[in-house]
C-alpha cells in the first residue's frame, strides 16, 4: 500500500474513500500571533489540520486533497516563570465569590503559580471591577487580571445594569489595556442556582 508524509514529517497511511487526517504539528509561535501577548516564552500553539481526502493524481501517482483550509489553534503555557496574574473580587454576595475566588487560587496553585506572583484586590461589587482592572493592566505588573464576582436576580432593574456594566467594563478594560482582563463574573436568578452552578464545576 502506498504511504504519504504528512505535514509533521510522519508518514500516514491513505485508505481510499476516506479521510486521512496528519499528524498534528506544533510549533512555538512569536506571542503576537497567539494574540496573547502576556504568554511567557516556551507557550506552544498547535495547529491541527483537518479534512484531507486521498486520491489519485493524473499521472497516477498518490497525493493529498485539501478539502478546507480550516486550522484548529490552541495555545497552552509551559513556561509559567515570572507569570503574574491580579484577581479582582466583590465582596458583594461574599459567600460566592470568596469560594470562586478560593477556587481560582487553587488552580493558580496546580499550575505552579507562584503566590508571591499573585495579588487579590477586592472591590466593593462587581460594578467596580472594570475601573479596578483597568488600573491594574495600566500599571504592567501583570499578565492577566481575573475579575471575579456575583450578581443574584432581584425584584429590579438594578440587576440588568449591574451585569451589562460589569460585562462591558470588563472586556473594554482588557481592550483599552492590551492586558487580557477574564470574566469570572456569575449571574444566577436565585443563591441555589449558584450552588448548582459551583458544585457543578
Not at 504528512?6 to 506544533?26: C, D, K, N
Not at 467596580?128 to 500599571?139: H, I
Request: glycine share 10%.
Amino acid at each position: 500500500m502506498a504511504t504519504v508524509t504528512g505535514l509533521s514529517g510522519a508518514t500516514v497511511v491513505p485508505q481510499e474513500g476516506r479521510p486521512v487526517i496528519p499528524p498534528v504539528r506544533s510549533c512555538t509561535l512569536p506571542l503576537p500571533v497567539m494574540g496573547y501577548p502576556f504568554c511567557p516564552s516556551g507557550s506552544r500553539l498547535v495547529v491541527k489540520p483537518r479534512f484531507f481526502r486521498s486520491g489519485q493524481n493524473k499521472n497516477g501517482t498518490l497525493g493529498l486533497q485539501v478539502l478546507s483550509a480550516v486550522r484548529e489553534m490552541t495555545g497552552s503555557v509551559t513556561n509559567v516563570d515570572g507569570l503574574r496574574i491580579a484577581v479582582v473580587a466583590g465582596r458583594f454576595n461574599e459567600l460566592v465569590t470568596k469560594a470562586l475566588v478560593a477556587g481560582a487560587l487553587e488552580t493558580f496553585k496546580r499550575y505552579a503559580i507562584k503566590d508571591e506572583n499573585i495579588d487579590v484586590v477586592w472591590v466593593p461589587g462587581s460594578f467596580e471591577l472594570a475601573l479596578v482592572a483597568q488600573t491594574l493592566a495600566e500599571t504592567k505588573r501583570y499578565h492577566s487580571i481575573l475579575c471575579i464576582g456575583a450578581v443574584i436576580q432581584g425584584e429590579t432593574a438594578h440587576y440588568d445594569a449591574v451585569v451589562n456594566s460589569a460585562t462591558s467594563g470588563v472586556l473594554s478594560a482588557g481592550i483599552k489595556s492590551g492586558v487580557p482582563c477574564i470574566f469570572g463574573v456569575l449571574t444566577c436568578e436565585t443563591l441555589e442556582q449558584w450552588q448548582h452552578t459551583f458544585q457543578a464545576a
